[in-house]
């Protein structure tokens, strides 16, 4: 099946460092999403790119869909100790959504 | 505000003992989706439904059942809990599944369920 190659799998950065993440893909796909989870909570949906090469910015986070439609970058810029938690890419193909392995982020304050 | 709920955030049940996972959605959407979440794994989707079309992954157990009443409401069944059945379960809503669709097709997750099996 479909895989995504989500690193780095940790991150531990000093508060107002930027981060950026990525994804990498075998597969095309139709939109490339950035969730977040909490410990003990649900995914929340950050950012959802539709077209190739599309940038999209959400407050202090900006994420990418690749020219290829096989990755996505999310950066983070500023950071601060609410940031901490694991971020997820997926891609989604139809109603099926395949998630990376995530990347667990730590700030130190 | 409309949201993702479920209930219990967390169950404990014994090994083989039935239990049901409740999810409700106040956001009026077509398609309710169940996840297993292992730790320090990503989700895992078992099934899900299109208003009232069930549609089963091909590598979910038998052991996982589901049920969607309403449009509201959908549990999550297991029927004879293993131990390797303890994980976090997922709900998820979406309004639609187009194929080339774009936000409509957005998955909005509940807080989970955390699951233990004694």
């Known amino acids: 099946g479909q895989q995504l190659n989500q690193s780095p799998q940790s991150m531990f950065i000093q508060e107002g460092e930027d981060v950026s993440m990525n994804c990498t893909s075998s597969s095309i796909f139709n939109t490339w999403l950035w969730y977040k989870q909490d410990p003990g909570e649900g995914p929340v949906l950050l950012i959802a790119?539709?077209?190739?090469?599309e940038l999209t910015s959400n407050g202090r986070l900006t994420a990418q869909f690749g020219i290829t439609r096989k990755d996505s970058f999310l950066n983070i810029s500023a950071s601060i100790p609410s940031d901490v938690g694991i971020y997820f890419c997926?891609?989604?193909?139809?109603?099926?959504?395949?998630f990376g392995k995530g990347t667990l982020l730590t700030v130190n304050p | 505000d409309a949201m993702v709920i479920q209930n219990p955030r967390y169950q404990v049940t014994q090994f083989g003992k039935p239990v049901t996972l409740s999810c409700s959605q106040t956001l009026n959407h077509n398609v309710m989706y169940w996840y297993q979440q292992k730790s320090s794994q990503a989700p895992k989707l078992l099934f899900h439904?299109?208003?009232?079309?069930?549609?089963n992954e091909a590598d979910t157990p038998d052991n996982f059942q589901s049920r969607r009443p309403n449009t509201s409401f959908c549990f999550l069944d297991i029927r004879s809990p293993g131990l390797g059945d303890a994980a976090m379960y997922l709900c998820?809503?979406?309004?639609?599944?187009?194929?080339?669709?774009?936000?409509?097709?957005?998955?909005?997750f509940g807080p989970g369920t955390r699951l233990t099996v004694l």
């Open positions: 439904y299109y208003d009232k079309d069930f549609n």
């Open positions: 998820a809503t979406s309004r639609d599944t187009v194929t080339s669709g774009g936000a409509e097709n957005e998955q909005f």
């Open positions: 790119l539709y077209k190739a090469g």
């Open positions: 997926a891609g989604r193909s139809n109603y099926k959504l395949t």
